[in-house]
């Protein structure tokens, strides 16, 4: 009968380090299983001893679990870096007008600009926005033919509060843009605790450098109001 039992308290007090690397040089978990190796050949059944070839499949098993770890640690430190240099490249950027790709705008007394595009032509293209009570808010476009579209929600006009509201478009049956782009001034960027690059703009909230489709740099007060 196979014994692999052992003293692992032992092991692990007199055997290794605070810091994951046994005294021998190997990492704990390969000198652990160096130590069950050993105890399974001492163990074995002289008339039945255990294939050699198993013994191999099993280091050869915890060098490619090794490796993994080791793998996904480093790409975990360069994911991190390169986040860091995302943040400073992208730095460059606050103060600068961005579109983002999005559903949800934040009124807050300024007109709020955007474009989509029509895959088709339509008689009655509008710009719906939804409230957090339900209440909808047209800014009819009319005929619009096919290609970009562009637009600009007054909230004065319409007599908005400020809140946050949804944002899509009406086209019609059968026409359906891929998505709105809306711009906004790009005021912040920071690393989230949970990883990855937060982006701040003004009348969208926090989105994502994914979320980005375009950069505008600086509109003056002539190209805003035209």
């Known amino acids: 009968m196979l014994d692999t039992t052992m003293n692992t308290g032992a092991a692990s007090g007199n055997g290794s380090s605070g810091d994951g690397v046994a005294k021998n040089g190997m990492s704990v978990p390969q000198d652990m299983f160096i130590r069950l190796l050993v105890a399974q050949v001492r163990n074995q059944d002289p008339l039945e001893p255990k294939d050699p070839s198993e013994f191999v499949s099993q280091l050869a098993t915890l060098s490619q679990t090794e490796a993994l770890q080791t793998l996904v640690s480093q790409n975990n430190g ?48 509008a710009v719906v926005l939804t409230g957090a009570d339900g209440s909808k808010h047209r800014v009819e476009l009319g005929p619009r033919s096919a290609g970009p579209v562009d637009f600009t929600v007054d909230p004065a006009a319409l007599g908005l509060p400020d809140g946050k509201y949804t944002i899509a478009v009406d086209a019609g049956e059968g026409v359906t843009p891929p ?36 950069f505008f740099g600086r509109e003056t007060a002539s190209s805003s109001n035209g």
């Open 78 to 125: 360069t994911a991190a870096m390169l986040d860091s240099m995302q943040v400073l490249s992208l730095g460059g950027q606050v103060g600068n007008t961005v579109a983002v790709r999005t559903s949800r705008i934040d009124i807050e007394g300024n007109p709020v600009s955007g474009s989509f595009v029509l895959d088709a032509s339509t008689q009655t293209a």
């Open 179 to 214: 998505g709105i782009d809306v711009r906004g001034v790009l005021t912040g960027i920071r690393l989230s605790p949970t990883g990855g690059v937060q982006m701040k703009v003004a009348g969208i909230g926090e989105v994502t450098p994914a979320e980005i489709t375009g």
